[in-house]
């Protein structure tokens, strides 16, 4: 193989064959291709795109560069879940158990928080004791008698993927929908699903910032599901401000258990909802959607889907405890600061990315992978978009320890948060489902 014809072939807009392109990646996770070429190819992608056929084949040999669980031994549907990222977002927290008492299975690998947005495991570690590191075999086991488990990579899962996106990360390569969609699906596949969820989120704090953006990644992970004949269902949902009210891990962790205990945002409890569904309809391909939401509504409303979660944070080390006195277990900060409006009016606009940074200000997040955070700070929202407030009232409360850079926190929320007229019409929080049907 001569890798430079492969990049001039993808260049001048040729399309790779199947033996190309699985020679390529094994030769690259072997080392026996340089990262100048490899970046060269994925800038020829960037701008080029891959074929349907390309896409199926390169997410399949970068599934295939690791362990692949195998979950035959476990009965299921096993389906998961997964968010394309966003501010607030702590639905997994949720979803797994909710899904659980749906009569789902849910192996939930997830990750960790990086840059603007938060992640799974982070916020599952705020809970004293929980532990998100088991053996592929507790893990199995966690799945087969708790119906979930929810932890942080096993052993070497699709190793190809992370060389990859340390390579586009400092090439300009990641904003590339068929590198994002072969990205995410190779991890996920791995996990041995029969079926997965995606929630793809649009708006400020997301990765893709338009509808019809957020449509093509949505249809591109469903076509890779198709080739791989596993069944993928998108839910694409509104990350234009912060979900819910909480922003930060313990705060977060404890908002997830307001919405168990059938008391949380509506917001996130509509969310958690229309993912579960969708869930099942990928379990059973097809679902009654107004029933489905009343079952599961009361799900969280008589605290059946707490009683999966507490079982699953003892299960796996944590304080059950966290379930019934979330504030009092999870840690907390040393104090809590208003921020106040500065003008009378209406919130027409909070930009979630910059929220998502003023939490990191706070020490709630990580810019490299190698930062460490504070579990206890971050914010709580008063007020979200559409609400009016006076000059001097606060929008959101400030949970802050002593590390905690409380003015640029406040600088970037001035900048975040825009009052003014009552805005015209706000994204709706459930944009749009898609099926691989064309809708
Ligand atoms: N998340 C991933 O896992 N991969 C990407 O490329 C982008 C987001």
């Given at each position: 193989?001569?890798?430079?014809?492969?990049?001039?072939?993808?260049?001048?807009?040729?399309?790779?064959?199947?033996?190309?392109?699985?020679?390529?990646?094994?030769?690259?996770?072997?080392?026996?291709?340089?990262?100048?070429?490899?970046?060269?190819?994925?800038?020829?992608?960037?701008?080029?795109?891959?074929?349907?056929?390309?896409?199926?084949?390169?997410?399949?040999?970068?599934?295939?560069?690791?362990?692949?669980?195998?979950?035959?031994?476990?009965?299921?549907?096993?389906?998961?879940?997964?968010?394309?990222?966003?501010?607030?977002?702590?639905?997994?927290?949720?979803?797994?158990?909710?899904?659980?008492?749906?009569?789902?299975?849910?192996?939930?690998?997830?990750?960790?928080?990086?840059?603007?947005?938060?992640?799974?495991?982070?916020?599952?570690?705020?809970?004293?004791?929980?532990?998100?590191?088991?053996?592929?075999?507790?893990?199995?086991?966690?799945?087969?008698?708790?119906?979930?488990?929810?932890?942080?990579?096993?052993?070497?899962?699709?190793?190809?993927?992370?060389?990859?996106?340390?390579?586009?990360?400092?090439?300009?390569?990641?904003?590339?929908?068929?590198?994002?969609?072969?990205?995410?699906?190779?991890?996920?596949?791995?996990?041995?699903?029969?079926?997965?969820?995606?929630?793809?989120?649009?708006?400020?704090?997301?990765?893709?910032?338009?509808?019809?953006?957020?449509?093509?990644?949505?249809?591109?992970?469903?076509?890779?599901?198709?080739?791989?004949?596993?069944?993928?269902?998108?839910?694409?949902?509104?990350?234009?401000?912060?979900?819910?009210?909480?922003?930060?891990?313990?705060?977060?962790?404890?908002?997830?258990?307001?919405?168990?205990?059938?008391?949380?945002?509506?917001?996130?409890?509509?969310?958690?909802?229309?993912?579960?569904?969708?869930?099942?309809?990928?379990?059973?391909?097809?679902?009654?959607?107004?029933?489905?939401?009343?079952?599961?509504?009361?799900?969280?409303?008589?605290?059946?889907?707490?009683?999966?979660?507490?079982?699953?944070?003892?299960?796996?080390?944590?304080?059950?405890?966290?379930?019934?006195?979330?504030?009092?277990?999870?840690?907390?900060?040393?104090?809590?600061?208003?921020?106040?409006?500065?003008?009378?009016?209406?919130?027409?606009?909070?930009?979630?990315?910059?929220?998502?940074?003023?939490?990191?200000?706070?020490?709630?997040?990580?810019?490299?992978?190698?930062?460490?955070?504070?579990?206890?700070?971050?914010?709580?929202?008063?007020?979200?978009?559409?609400?009016?407030?006076?000059?001097?009232?606060?929008?959101?409360?400030?949970?802050?320890?002593?590390?905690?850079?409380?003015?640029?926190c406040r600088r970037r929320l001035g900048e975040a948060i825009e009052i003014g007229e009552p805005a015209d019409s706000p994204p709706s929080l459930i944009i749009e489902r898609r099926t691989g049907e064309g809708s």
């Open positions: 193989m001569r890798v430079v014809e492969l990049i001039r072939k993808k260049r001048d807009g040729g399309e790779l064959s199947s033996d190309e392109l699985r020679e390529l990646l094994d030769a690259y996770t072997d080392g026996d291709v340089p990262d100048y070429q490899m970046a060269a190819f994925l800038m020829a992608v960037y701008f080029n795109s891959m074929t349907e056929q390309e896409l199926g084949v390169w997410t399949d040999a970068m599934l295939h560069s690791g362990d692949v669980l195998d979950l035959s031994d476990v009965p299921g549907p096993h389906i998961d879940k997964h968010s394309t990222g966003g501010v607030g977002d702590k639905i997994s927290l949720i979803l797994a158990p909710l899904a659980v008492t749906a009569g789902l299975k849910v192996p939930m690998i997830s990750g960790r928080g990086l840059g603007h947005t938060g992640g799974t495991l982070d916020k599952l570690e705020s809970i004293p004791g929980f532990d998100v590191n088991q053996s592929v075999q507790r893990f199995k086991e966690l799945v087969r008698d708790v119906g979930c488990g929810l932890i942080g990579q096993t052993g070497e899962i699709a190793p190809a993927d992370k060389d990859l996106y340390a390579l586009r990360d400092v090439t300009g390569t990641v904003e590339c929908i068929p590198l994002i969609a072969s990205s995410i699906m190779s991890k996920k596949l791995a996990e041995g699903i029969g079926g997965l969820v995606l929630d793809v989120k649009i708006g400020s704090g997301a990765f893709m910032k338009s509808v019809e953006r957020g449509r093509e990644l949505a249809d591109s992970m469903i076509q890779i599901g198709e080739a791989m004949e596993t069944p993928v269902r998108a839910v694409l949902t509104d990350m234009d401000q912060p979900l819910g009210l909480a922003v930060g891990n313990a705060l977060e962790a404890a908002e997830a258990i307001d919405v168990l205990r059938g008391e949380g945002p509506s917001d996130v409890v509509d969310v958690s909802v229309a993912l579960v569904t969708e869930m099942m309809a990928v379990a059973r391909g097809s679902v009654d959607r107004d029933a489905t939401r009343d079952q599961l509504v009361s799900a969280l409303e008589d605290e059946t889907a707490l009683e999966v979660f507490r079982e699953i944070v003892e299960q796996q080390g944590g304080d059950p405890a966290v379930c019934d006195r979330p504030r009092e277990v999870l840690p907390t900060a040393d104090d809590v600061v208003p921020f106040e409006a500065d003008e009378a009016g209406s919130i027409r606009a909070m930009n979630a990315e910059e929220i998502g940074l003023a939490s990191l200000d706070l020490g709630a997040g990580r810019m490299t992978k190698e930062d460490d955070i504070d579990p206890a700070v971050g914010l709580v929202f008063r007020k979200k978009r559409g609400d009016t407030v006076d000059a001097g009232e606060p929008i959101l409360d400030m949970h802050i320890n002593p590390g905690s850079d409380v003015e640029s």
